[in-house]
C-alpha cells in the first residue's frame, strides 16, 4: 500500500457530505450537458440567495463537508473571475458585485463544515482554444478559488468532458499544491480520493482503499491506470432528485424517500466510502422545501439509528474477535478497522451464539472493512459473537445497535 496522509483519513472520517449544483444552469429549465445552447448570463439573478440555510441544513444533516459547484462543464464562474466575462460580474444579481463561491465557504465556516470546491475542467465555452493557453486559463481560475477564499480542503475536478483533452497535469498538480498544500484533490491526476464509478450512490463489496486504476467519467468506461497502487479511499455521488444535478420545476416527485436515502447510507458510508448527496438549489438560492425536509429527516434517522451503541467487552486472539454483552436482541454490528500502510481485511464473517450451550450461527459475511463496515443481519438474541478474518488484523471498534421495528 502506498503512504497514507493524515488527511485522507480525516476525509474517511467526514463521511457524509452535501453538494450543491447551482449557477447559470439553474435558471435555464431543461438544458443538457454539450448541447450548445446559449445561457445568457442575463438570466441569473437569486434574489433570495442564502447560503446559511444550504450548510446549516446540511450540517443539522449530519454533513460534515460540503461542495460547491464553482464552474460546471457550461463555463459560468459562480465568483468574479478576472478571466472570463462569463460570471456573476456581469449579471443583474447583486448589481455584478455579488460572489456566491464567498458566501459558500464563509457559511461553511460559520458551521463547522469543510469546505469543498468543484471545477470542471472541460473546455467547453473557453474561448481558449490552444492547449497551452487552456492550462493557463485553468491554472489562472484555479489560483483565484485557491487563494481569495481562505483554506480549502477538497478541490473536486470533475472528468466528464475532458476525455481526450490533453492537459499539462504536472504543471497544473504543481500550481495547485503549491497554493494549498494539505487540499485533497478528488479523482484525477494526482489524486487523494476517488470517484466510486457510478452516479447512483452506492460502493461495490470489496471496496478496498488501494486501488490501481481509476475510473474518470460517465462518458467512457476506460480507466485511468495508475503506475502503482495507490491509498484512495472512495466517494460515492448521487442525486436527491432523478432527473437533473441542478434544479428543477418538474421533478419534485422524485425526490428520494427516506428508506432510498438510508439505503445509500448502508451501500456508501456503510462499506468504507463517503456518501456526497446533491441538492439544487432553486432559483430563489433557497432549497426547495420538499429536499430539504428529506434531508433533515435522513439525518435525524441516522443519529437514531447509529448513534446509541451497546456497550460490548473485546477480545482479540489472531483472527478470531469475541465479543460479549449482556444478553439481548441485535441486529447490527459496526466495524472499523486499524488503516495501516500494510494491509487491509478483505474478508471476515460474524457469528453469533444463540444458547449458551452449542455452536455458533454465521448471521453475517462481508469483504472489506476500512474506515467502517455496517453489517445488518435478521434480529438475534444473543450474548455473544465471535469476527473471523482472513488475517490477524486489529479492528479498532465494534458497535451493537438493537433492532428498530
Known amino acids: 500500500m502506498a503512504n497514507i496522509k493524515p488527511e485522507q483519513l480525516d476525509f474517511l472520517r467526514w463521511e457524509f457530505g452535501g453538494f450543491f449544483h447551482f449557477g447559470i444552469r439553474t435558471f435555464y429549465e431543461g438544458h443538457a450537458d454539450w448541447d450548445g445552447v446559449p445561457m445568457s448570463p442575463d438570466a441569473f439573478d437569486p434574489k433570495e440567495l442564502d447560503c446559511d440555510e444550504w450548510l446549516q441544513t446540511a450540517r443539522d444533516a449530519g454533513a460534515r463537508y460540503a461542495v460547491l459547484v464553482c464552474k460546471h462543464h457550461d463555463g459560468f464562474a459562480n465568483w468574479p473571475s478576472a478571466y472570463t466575462d462569463y460570471s456573476v460580474q456581469h449579471t443583474p444579481w447583486r448589481g455584478g458585485k455579488g460572489d456566491v463561491v464567498r458566501e459558500f465557504t464563509d457559511a461553511c465556516r460559520r458551521y463547522g463544515l469543510k469546505i469543498g470546491l468543484y471545477y470542471s475542467p472541460a473546455q467547453f465555452g473557453s474561448a481558449q482554444t490552444d492547449a497551452r493557453n487552456y492550462d493557463d486559463y485553468f491554472i489562472a481560475q484555479i489560483t483565484e478559488l485557491l487563494t481569495q477564499y481562505g483554506t480549502i480542503d477538497y478541490l473536486w475536478f470533475d472528468g466528464c468532458g475532458s476525455e481526450g483533452h490533453s492537459y499539462d497535469t504536472q504543471r497544473i498538480v504543481r500550481a495547485i499544491r503549491a497554493l494549498q498544500p494539505r487540499i485533497l484533490l478528488f479523482n484525477m491526476w494526482d489524486p487523494d480520493t476517488r470517484w466510486v464509478g457510478n452516479e447512483a450512490g452506492v460502493a461495490p463489496s470489496p471496496n478496498p482503499l488501494t486501488v490501481s486504476a481509476l475510473d474518470v467519467s460517465v462518458r467512457t468506461e476506460q480507466k485511468d491506470e495508475m503506475e502503482t497502487a495507490r491509498f484512495l479511499p472512495a466517494e460515492c455521488d448521487c442525486r436527491m432528485r432523478d432527473t437533473s444535478w441542478f434544479f428543477s420545476e418538474n421533478d419534485a416527485d422524485t425526490v428520494k424517500t427516506l428508506d432510498e436515502l438510508m439505503?445509500?447510507?448502508?451501500?456508501?458510508?456503510?462499506?468504507?466510502?463517503?456518501?456526497?448527496?446533491?441538492?439544487?438549489?432553486?432559483?430563489?438560492?433557497?432549497?426547495?422545501?420538499?429536499?430539504?425536509?428529506?434531508?433533515?429527516?435522513?439525518?435525524?434517522?441516522?443519529?437514531?439509528?447509529?448513534?446509541?451503541?451497546?456497550?460490548?467487552?473485546?477480545?482479540?486472539?489472531?483472527?478470531?474477535?469475541?465479543?460479549?454483552?449482556?444478553?439481548?436482541?441485535?441486529?447490527?454490528?459496526?466495524?472499523?478497522?486499524?488503516?495501516?500502510?500494510?494491509?487491509?481485511?478483505?474478508?471476515?464473517?460474524?457469528?453469533?451464539?444463540?444458547?449458551?450451550?452449542?455452536?455458533?450461527?454465521?448471521?453475517?459475511?462481508?469483504?472489506?472493512?476500512?474506515?467502517?463496515?455496517?453489517?445488518?443481519?435478521?434480529?438475534?438474541?444473543?450474548?455473544?459473537?465471535?469476527?473471523?478474518?482472513?488475517?490477524?488484523?486489529?479492528?479498532?471498534?465494534?458497535?451493537?445497535?438493537?433492532?428498530?421495528?
Open 263 to 405: 439505503g445509500l447510507y448502508y451501500y456508501a458510508v456503510g462499506r468504507g466510502a463517503n456518501l456526497l448527496l446533491n441538492v439544487s438549489p432553486d432559483r430563489r438560492g433557497r432549497l426547495p422545501e420538499r429536499d430539504r425536509k428529506a434531508l433533515l429527516d435522513f439525518g435525524a434517522c441516522v443519529k437514531r439509528c447509529f448513534s446509541s451503541p451497546l456497550p460490548c467487552a473485546q477480545l482479540q486472539d489472531g483472527t478470531v474477535l469475541t465479543l460479549t454483552l449482556d444478553t439481548q436482541l441485535v441486529n447490527h454490528l459496526v466495524l472499523s478497522e486499524t488503516i495501516t500502510p500494510d494491509s487491509e481485511i478483505a474478508a471476515f464473517e460474524i457469528r453469533a451464539y444463540p444458547h449458551p450451550y452449542g455452536a455458533p450461527i454465521t448471521v453475517f459475511r462481508g469483504t472489506t472493512v476500512g474506515h467502517k463496515a455496517i453489517c445488518p443481519f435478521p434480529a438475534i438474541r444473543t450474548g455473544k459473537l465471535e469476527l473471523l478474518f482472513d488475517k490477524p488484523k486489529p479492528v479498532a471498534a465494534a458497535a451493537f445497535y438493537v433492532p428498530r421495528f
